[in-house]
Nanobody, 127 residues
């Protein structure tokens, strides 16, 4: 099982970027997914989460600017980031709070991964 993030890069203040995180592997189901970020010398912080049913939660700092969404068929979560600010500069990580996946040919066993992290993607916003 892998969570592959993409879409990071550089943007100017006021600009936009869209992050994607695709889950791959013999996945049976994914519960809530989310984005977190970590700036240099700072703690990792929540950006946004979305449940399997589509309920969302945002950090106050990104409300009204960022939108999280997911495509369950594609097992992908997105983060549309608008009106970017220099303080949004950070490494953005994708997270799934629970992934159930098939183990073995023919899926004889379903295993669970909790609090599963993908590799991050860098977002840099210049003023």
């Amino acid at each position: 099982v892998q969570l592959q993030a993409s879409g990071g890069g550089m943007a100017q203040a006021g600009g936009s970027l869209r992050l994607s995180c695709a889950a791959s592997g013999s996945i049976f189901s994914i519960n809530a997914m989310g984005w977190y970020r970590q700036a240099p010398e700072k703690e990792r912080e929540l950006v946004a989460t979305i449940t399997g049913g589509g309920s969302t939660n945002y950090a106050d700092s990104v409300k009204g600017r960022f939108t999280i969404s997911r495509d369950n068929a594609k097992r992908t979560v997105y983060l549309q980031m608008n009106s970017l600010k220099p303080e949004d500069t950070a490494y953005y990580y994708c997270n799934a709070d629970q992934i159930k996946y098939c183990s073995g040919s023919g899926c004889p066993l379903i295993k669970t991964l909790n609090d599963y992290w993908g590799q991050g993607t860098q977002v840099t916003v210049s003023s």
